[in-house]
């Protein structure tokens, strides 16, 4: 693979998503002195472009495109070991979570669609019915990834064992979560919220 | 026999994907005298999927269910590692940010209660109930079984959140298994990923990952793996096979939720413990190790 050069300059400089970053994780990139400890406990650094650490290099110098452009962030699995082993408490796994929030929002130059896609069912899933629905959310998944055969020879088999359930699950909360969503939403439209 | 009483929140995967663990749950619970109240239309707490692309939604679904919550009484138990995680989050974040709070309180429209205790079954079993009694209410000691428990990322990560035990070194669920007469095996990834939710989006870094796991366990001598969280349990055990075949490996390695075993150290029926439903059948190894009848 041919090396590419990692040109950063203030012009691509954005503080500003920086401080957002901060707000929303609760984390201060600041602290990081780059030990590495979090990229060598990560279990998808060999699939990232940024292993974990880099990306807290990249906020301190407000290269924020530069984490968007990449695939980093929609290969995190959320696993916490970065956040439990950084010896200067910056909860890694949290600014994870924050710069995919922000790139959702922006809808990003991230190629990484299927795990949006996949996130995206998911709260929709629950915003519906309340509860996940699980063959729903398999089935929906694959005709818009355009996979209709993935994972199909599973499905009898779920079937069979009784873990694939045909009906979504009953709740009397349905429409207290859709109010949920919608004030969050109402917030957002107002700029209360982040 | 004993007078714990919680208010129980099962997560959307124990009424479907991962019932046995909702059923094996709740044999235990009853054989042990822990009363398990449902809490009444309780709703998703929103998973890895909400707090990945949306904190704020995470952290009020979460508190909506503390609110449902209100309605039993007792602290509330946890099977799934999962909703443990985010019930545990959610009342970490919200206890040190007022202005989160204030946010998810208009959010759900009322008050947020974070003084309720959450606590995951592993705990009921091991601490509130004790393993002391828990060793005395064995009738069919697990002799001869050697256990590989695998505790995955939520149960103990991060550091001050799930508080359930040590992050890097736990040992909880080996105290369990080894109370109701189980070996358990070091081993080396006890605590890594099995690629958790990619199971939907990544299939291939589930696969890789899980593959390290059932390896490693296999490569220790375990005769099986015990785990209490459903995910780790769809992707070692529903995709064993496919795994096997990619990486053409022989594993065979039934994976057990922690309440099965502990069911069947109880004497419950295994017929009553949800191990049909397991995809790698457990038949052959417990009748083996004479844990059910057959030739």
Redesign the interface.
């Known amino acids: 693979m041919k090396k590419k050069k990692m040109h950063i300059s203030q012009e691509t400089m954005d503080v500003e998503m920086v401080r957002k970053v901060e707000q929303l994780s609760g984390t201060s990139v600041r602290r990081c002195f780059q030990c590495g400890k979090c990229s060598a406990g990560c279990p998808m650094a060999t699939f990232m472009d940024h292993p974990p650490n880099r990306i807290v290099r990249l906020l301190q110098l407000g290269q924020w495109q530069r984490i968007l452009a990449g695939r980093s962030i929609w290969y995190c699995v959320s696993c916490e070991t970065c956040s439990t082993r950084c010896p200067n408490q910056v909860h890694l796994a949290s600014i994870m979570d924050a710069l995919r929030k922000l790139s959702w929002d922006q809808d990003g130059p991230s190629k990484e669609s299927y795990v949006q896609l996949a996130n995206k069912l998911f709260l929709q899933n629950i915003r519906t019915y309340g509860r996940q629905y699980e063959l729903r959310l398999a089935a929906v998944f694959n005709v818009k990834s355009g996979q209709f055969l993935k994972d199909m020879m599973l499905g009898p088999k779920l079937f069979a064992k009784g873990k694939l359930k045909v009906f979504h699950q009953k709740n009397k909360n349905i429409s207290e979560v859709e109010k949920i969503f919608s004030r969050i939403d109402e917030m957002r439209r107002k700029g209360e919220a982040l | 026999m004993s007078n714990l009483k919680y208010s129980y929140y099962p997560g959307?995967?124990l009424?479907?994907?991962?019932?046995e663990y909702d059923i094996s749950t709740r044999e235990v619970c009853t054989a042990l005298g822990i009363e398990l109240q449902e809490i009444?239309?309780?709703?998703?707490c929103?998973?890895?999927?909400?707090?990945?692309?949306?904190?704020?939604?995470s952290l009020?679904?979460s508190a909506?269910n503390l609110e449902?919550a209100e309605q039993v009484p007792g602290d509330m138990a946890v099977s799934c590692a999962s909703c443990f995680s985010r019930l545990k989050f959610t009342q970490h974040?919200l206890g040190?940010?007022e202005t989160k709070l204030k946010?998810v309180e208009?959010?759900?429209?009322g008050p947020v209660h974070l003084e309720r205790r959450v606590k995951h079954l592993l705990e009921i079993l091991a601490r509130d109930y004790g393993l002391d009694k828990l060793a005395a209410d064995v009738r069919k000691p697990l002799s001869d079984i050697t256990v590989a428990c695998y505790y995955g990322?939520?149960l103990t990560?991060?550091?001050d959140v799930p508080n359930l035990d040590c992050?890097?070194a736990p040992t909880i669920m080996e105290s369990i298994v080894e109370t109701v007469g189980g070996t358990t095996v070091p081993w080396t990834h006890r605590l890594?990923?099995c690629?958790?939710?990619?199971t939907?989006?990544?299939?291939p870094?589930v696969q890789q990952?899980s593959n390290a796991v059932l390896e490693s366990a296999k490569n220790a001598g375990a005769d099986c793996i015990v785990v209490a969280c459903p995910l780790c349990h769809g992707n070692l055990d529903?995709?064993q096979k496919?795994i096997e075949s990619i990486y053409g490996s022989s594993y065979g390695l039934p994976i057990f939720y922690i309440t099965q075993l502990v069911g069947l150290a109880l004497g419950i029926p295994p017929e009553r413990l949800g191990l049909?439903?397991?995809?790698v059948s457990p038949q052959n190894l417990l009748k083996e190790k004479k844990l059910i009848q057959g030739a």
């Open positions: 959307c995967s009424h479907a994907s991962a019932t009444p239309d309780w709703i998703c929103g998973a890895t999927p909400a707090h990945n692309v949306d904190e704020l939604l009020s679904l909506k449902l974040i040190k940010s946010l208009k959010a759900i429209d990322c939520l990560r991060p550091t992050t890097e890594e990923c690629g958790a939710n990619f939907l989006s990544r299939p870094v990952l529903i995709r496919e049909d439903s397991l995809c």
